[in-house]
C-alpha cells in the first residue's frame, strides 16, 4: 500500500506541476469556460466524485489533467461491496483503490474533453474480508488492470455529469486468502457502473 501511495502522490505531484503557471503548463491553462463553451482549452485541471462508494458507505476523489484529446486522472477510493456483489460464505468485503487512469475523448466534442471517452490503466486494491457466521477477518492485497467508458454530460459553468461503467481483472497479489478456517479466492474479474459529478477550473 505504501508504494501504491507513493505512486498516486507522484501523480498528483506531476498534476499539480502541469497546473501551475510558468512550469510547463499549456496555453490557455486557467482559463473559465463560458455556458456552451466546455473547456475547450489545451489544458486543464479537474475534480471528480463519484455516487456508488459513498453509497456503500465508503469515499471517493479524483483529481485529473486533461490536454485534449486525453485525461489522466489520479484516483483514492473506499468501497463496502454490498452482500449481493460478496461470495455467498463471506461478508464485510471492503476495499480501499488508488489508481492511475489515462482516458482518450473522441467524437464531435473530443476537443472540449465532452462526449464520449474509452480508457484504461492500473489499479492496487487493499482489502478486508470476514467469514460469515465465524470470528476472524483476513486481509489481503491485488493488483488490477481496467478499461472502461462513459460520456461527459456538460452542465452550466464548469460542472458536469460523468455516467461511466468499467471492468477490472486482477492481475497479481493475493488469491489464496486464508479466512479463519476457510480460504477466500477473490474473483479474478468484476465490473460496475457509476455516475460522477465533476468540476474543472
Not at 466546455?38 to 455516487?51: I, K, N, Q, R, W
Not at 489508481?99 to 473522441?106: E, K
Not at 465532452?114 to 477477518?137: M, Q
Request: aromatic share 12%; charged share 15%.
Amino acid at each position: 500500500m505504501r508504494c501504491a501511495r507513493g505512486l498516486l502522490l507522484t501523480a498528483l505531484a506531476g498534476i499539480g506541476l502541469m497546473a501551475a503557471p510558468g512550469v510547463g503548463a499549456p496555453a490557455g491553462l486557467g482559463e473559465l469556460a463560458l455556458e456552451g463553451r466546455p473547456f475547450a482549452m489545451s489544458g486543464t485541471v479537474g475534480f471528480e466524485l463519484d455516487a456508488l462508494p459513498f453509497l456503500t458507505g465508503g469515499y471517493y476523489g479524483s483529481v485529473w489533467f486533461g490536454a485534449a484529446p486525453w485525461r489522466l486522472r489520479a484516483v483514492v477510493s473506499g468501497v463496502n461491496v454490498p452482500a449481493l456483489a460478496t461470495q455467498p460464505q463471506y461478508e464485510h468485503l471492503r476495499l480501499d483503490v488508488v489508481a492511475l487512469i489515462a482516458d482518450w475523448f473522441f467524437g464531435t466534442r473530443a476537443g472540449s474533453l465532452a462526449g464520449p471517452w474509452v480508457g484504461g490503466g492500473l489499479e492496487r486494491w487493499d482489502n478486508r474480508i470476514e467469514p460469515k457466521g465465524a470470528p476472524g477477518s483476513a486481509t489481503f492485497s491485488n493488483d488490477v488492470v481496467t478499461v472502461g467508458g462513459g460520456y461527459v454530460l456538460t452542465l452550466r459553468g464548469n460542472w458536469y455529469l460523468n455516467p461511466w461503467f468499467a471492468a477490472h481483472y486482477l492481475v497479481g497479489g493475493d488469491f489464496d486468502v486464508d479466512v479463519g478456517r476457510r480460504t477466500y479466492h477473490p474473483s479474478r474479474a468484476s465490473g460496475e457502473v457509476s455516475l460522477k459529478l465533476g468540476w474543472h477550473f
